[in-house]
């Protein structure tokens, strides 16, 4: 059975003639009858980069959760099981400040599967839905085969390189490239580390309700910089 249904997966991706990742995403969403579906990659528990979504949601799921350090991806990375939020309007759902973000723009359930190559965990694969309610027993198989296709995949771009190296996808995973950037530059500004660099620009992005993207390409744009006492200001001109 299961046999099968994988067959038939990868008979609908050759069928297509696009094996890429926003491709692997939307053949998920339609397998899977979700809304929506995003690829995030994490190496050495840092998030590296969202590889993959079908739509706006999608990708404003996947980075909130790498502005925020909180979501499904994170727990079914940490966890290496499948993590299966059904309602988040229940009241008791976790994550705090993710959850009303996300529900904000119309999720009501989200579904993750952690990417695993052997004893490697990449990070995860990320189904919403528009409406409460569990994934059904095949929808739940067809997501399982979905992410061992994805993590082959990964596998497969990663060519040479070490699994918990991703700098071959570098390329694919644009949105977060802006942000590392702009770390380097904001840490250049003020003197401090990194990690630190990080922790401002989510602490300024969240602060001012922005998301951390459109932050760093103010700041790459020398639109923005940090002033000596750590302070966002703005550059005119």
């Avoid at 771009?157 to 070490?162: G, L, R, T, V």
């Avoid at 500004?189 to 990690?195: E, T």
């Avoid at 660099?197 to 602490?203: I, N």
């Amino acid at each position: 059975m299961t046999s099968d249904r994988r067959q038939s997966i990868l008979s609908r991706i050759a069928e297509s003639g696009d094996s890429s990742p926003d491709q692997l995403c939307r053949v998920c969403r339609d397998v899977t009858a979700t809304s929506g579906v995003g690829i995030m990659l994490r190496a050495d528990g840092e998030t590296r980069g969202s590889l993959g979504t079908t739509d706006a949601v999608s990708s404003l799921i996947e980075e909130l959760q790498f502005m925020l350090g909180e979501g499904p991806c994170i727990d079914a990375y940490k966890r290496e099981v499948p993590i299966a939020e059904p309602d988040l309007a229940d009241p008791t759902s976790r994550w705090l400040g993710f959850t009303p973000l996300v529900f904000k723009a119309g999720v009501r359930a989200l579904f993750a599967f952690p990417l695993r190559v052997g004893a490697v965990c990449l990070g995860s694969l990320d189904l919403y839905r528009d409406h409460s309610g569990m994934l059904s027993d095949n929808q739940h198989v067809d997501a399982l085969i979905m992410a061992d296709i994805v993590s082959q995949s990964v596998l497969t771009m990663q060519a040479a390189a070490s699994p918990d190296e991703l700098a071959e996808l570098d390329a694919l995973m644009t949105p977060l490239n802006v942000v590392y950037q702009a770390v380097g530059m904001v840490s250049a500004q003020l003197g401090v580390s990194v990690d630190d660099s990080l922790s401002r620009l989510k602490a300024h992005a969240f602060g001012s309700d922005r998301l951390l993207t459109g932050l760093a390409r103010d700041v790459v744009g020398r639109r923005l910089r940090f002033d000596a006492a750590g302070e966002a200001q703005g550059v005119t001109s």
